[in-house]
């Protein structure tokens, strides 16, 4: 069977109940056939022991000889048979006849005296089963004789085949109502299934919500419904998160797109050169929001991705790499008046990380402090080993207690902010530590005013 095209499981679950139905029915009717042999056997072979034993009893001396003279009528009454033929033979030790026409085998080796030797043979071309016996009775000319009876067997395998053909059809019978028994409990049973499936094939996709009541579902269905469930719940949580970040992310591209249109048309208008030059700084203030805006929607994205099993982690120096990407932003810092400084070891804190997403963790913090400190702000950015933590610590306003959860969330901008940011920086710092196991953790600045955002990572 070609596994990659799936399999029916209704048919493998008949398939292995049906399968050993058969066989227990097959076993039962071999297991028949042996018992009706065998009652057969103890039966007739009990008869035939009871005639010998009989004739042995017939057998007297005369003249110190062994003889059997029975008279016609007896030995006609002994023989007859409705079904079988029967014979016998009275013989010395010796092999000398004493009784008996019929053509029998000799008598097996080894027979014991007054034990019954049971075997099949030939007597006067028929197929028989012969008893021999044994009798120690010494006499003029013998030490004792054998007697032999034999009876053809119709009657054995009559009792054989009366006994199959009521046992088998019985087997058959309980065979067909087991196993529509067997096909009713495995549909009845994988009905929750079916059920699962056309509800499944009607969900739109607005409309996620629990596939099952857990308290109403097989035992056996409940772990995989519950993880159903919950993968139903990630999906609708996912959906609802898209629609609001798609929703912020418009309008907040609203503003510099509006204001970029606004500050052309204007400059276009406009015939005066100074007015037109002051236009157009809106015009590149406008551009300049929107690209950072767009540069922070992708790389939350890809920070969201990043959770798949492609991330690709690797041994990174924390130290060198800080101060590599810190590097970076001296131009934006003088830019800004902002003094930029490091403080922690040059080299040899590392961590398994994706580097990649871990320089903008970095520029994103740094950023969000240039941004929101101010001009003539002091930003530091710091690394502590065991446990490792990055720092990045500003003199600006700082940020309320109260407000410390929610500048973690998307598109958040405090009331009164006067930075140009577009709300995006901590929520993306938060999801990349997220990626690499790591927390976000806000407190007061240390050494002052202002406030440190602090990488837990291994927490």
């Known amino acids: 069977?070609?596994?990659?095209?799936?399999?029916?499981?209704?048919?493998?679950?008949?398939?292995?109940?049906?399968?050993?139905?058969?066989?227990?029915?097959?076993?039962?009717?071999?297991?028949?056939?042996?018992?009706?042999?065998?009652?057969?056997?103890?039966?007739?072979?009990?008869?035939?022991?009871?005639?010998?034993?009989?004739?042995?009893?017939?057998?007297?001396?005369?003249?110190?000889?062994?003889?059997?003279?029975?008279?016609?009528?007896?030995?006609?009454?002994?023989?007859?048979?409705?079904?079988?033929?029967?014979?016998?033979?009275?013989?010395?030790?010796?092999?000398?006849?004493?009784?008996?026409?019929?053509?029998?085998?000799?008598?097996?080796?080894?027979?014991?005296?007054?034990?019954?030797?049971?075997?099949?043979?030939?007597?006067?071309?028929?197929?028989?089963?012969?008893?021999a016996i044994l009798l120690d009775r010494p006499t003029a000319d013998s030490v004792g004789f054998v007697i032999q009876v034999a009876e053809t067997k119709r009657k054995r395998k009559s009792i054989v085949a009366e006994i199959l053909w009521f046992a088998v059809p019985l087997q058959v019978l309980i065979l067909l109502l087991a196993g529509a028994s067997v096909w009713y409990a495995v549909t009845s049973g994988l009905r929750t299934v079916d059920n699962i499936a056309s509800h499944l094939a009607r969900y739109e996709p607005d409309g996620l919500v629990p596939v099952a009541d857990l308290d109403r579902a097989p035992t056996e269905l409940k772990p995989l419904l519950n993880s159903l469930n919950q993968l139903i719940a990630k999906l609708a949580e996912a959906q609802d998160t898209q629609r609001r970040f798609t929703a912020n992310a418009a309008?907040?591209?609203?503003?510099?797109?509006?204001?970029?249109?606004?500050?052309?048309?204007?400059?276009?208008?406009?015939r005066d050169a100074a007015k037109r030059s002051e236009a157009l700084s809106h015009v590149l203030t406008a551009v300049r929001r929107a690209r950072h805006l767009a540069h922070q929607l992708l790389t939350l994205a890809r920070s969201e991705r990043s959770g798949e099993p492609m991330l690709r982690m690797v041994t990174v120096d924390l130290a060198e790499l800080a101060r590599e990407e810190l590097e970076q932003w001296a131009d934006t810092a003088i830019a800004h008046h902002v003094d930029l400084g490091y403080d922690g070891p040059e080299r040899?804190?590392?961590?398994?990380?994706?580097?990649?997403?871990?320089r903008e963790l970095i520029g994103n913090l740094v950023d969000n402090a240039?941004?929101?400190?101010?001009?003539g702000s002091v930003v530091t950015l710091g690394l502590k080993t065991s446990p490792v933590v990055l720092t990045v610590d500003d003199d600006g306003p700082g940020i309320p207690m109260e407000e410390r959860q929610m500048v973690?969330?998307?598109?958040?901008?405090?009331p009164g902010s006067s930075g140009d940011g577009c709300g995006l920086g901590l929520a993306i710092a938060r999801e990349i530590a997220a990626r690499h196991d790591a927390s976000v953790r806000i407190r007061d600045n240390p050494h002052g005013r202002g406030a440190r955002i602090e990488i837990v990572f291994g927490a």
């Open 1 to 131: 069977m070609d596994r990659s095209q799936g399999y029916s499981l209704r048919h493998r679950l008949l398939a292995r109940l049906w399968i050993p139905l058969f066989l227990v029915v097959l076993i039962g009717s071999l297991g028949a056939f042996w018992l009706a042999r065998h009652i057969g056997s103890v039966v007739y072979d009990r008869w035939l022991y009871d005639s010998a034993m009989t004739l042995a009893q017939q057998v007297r001396l005369d003249g110190g000889k062994a003889v059997l003279d029975l008279p016609k009528p007896a030995i006609e009454m002994f023989e007859w048979d409705s079904v079988d033929r029967i014979f016998e033979e009275v013989r010395s030790r010796e092999g000398r006849l004493i009784f008996g026409s019929a053509v029998f085998p000799p008598p097996p080796d080894g027979l014991i005296a007054g034990k019954p030797r049971f075997y099949e043979g030939l007597v006067s071309g028929y197929r028989t089963k012969i008893v």
């Open 251 to 270: 309008h907040q591209l609203r503003t510099p797109l509006t204001t970029l249109q606004v500050q052309t048309e204007r400059a276009l208008r406009e």
């Open 348 to 358: 040899g804190v590392t961590i398994e990380a994706e580097p990649l997403l871990l």
């Open 370 to 375: 240039i941004r929101y400190g101010g001009a």
């Open 408 to 414: 973690l969330e998307r598109f958040y901008r405090r």
